[in-house]
């Protein structure tokens, strides 16, 4: 970081270079940044207000939307449903040579 010492575009007396923001994230955080973040972070930083709310009203969101919904209420219940019945059907099966050997002696 350079220092300012004298007159310098019009301003007499000593100044920092350093830069404390860069597109309204603390200079030492953009530094750490990879250079594909840095590109993504400007991608987002410039979109218009349009493209901003994309997301609100685009096909991939009812899409979304609509995933989210059916693994929620149809995916989740059904997988439930499954595991309660394979359950009973595992612990009826552990019961049937149980229930052969006592059919078995009372013969």
């Known amino acids: 970081m350079a220092e300012i010492i004298g007159e310098y575009g019009g301003v007499t007396g000593g100044g920092s270079m350093t830069q404390s923001h860069s597109y309204g994230v603390p200079y030492e955080i953009w530094e750490s940044w ?8 400007l991608q987002d930083y410039y979109r218009t207000p349009e493209q901003a709310t994309y997301y609100e009203s685009s096909p991939e969101a009812a899409a979304f939307f609509y995933v989210s919904w059916m693994d929620d209420n149809v995916v989740e219940p059904t997988k439930k449903v499954y595991e309660d019945v394979t359950d009973i059907g595992s612990n009826a099966l552990s019961w049937i040579p149980i229930l052969a050997l006592v059919y078995v002696a009372t013969r």
């Open 34 to 41: 990879s250079t594909f973040t840095q590109d993504k972070y």
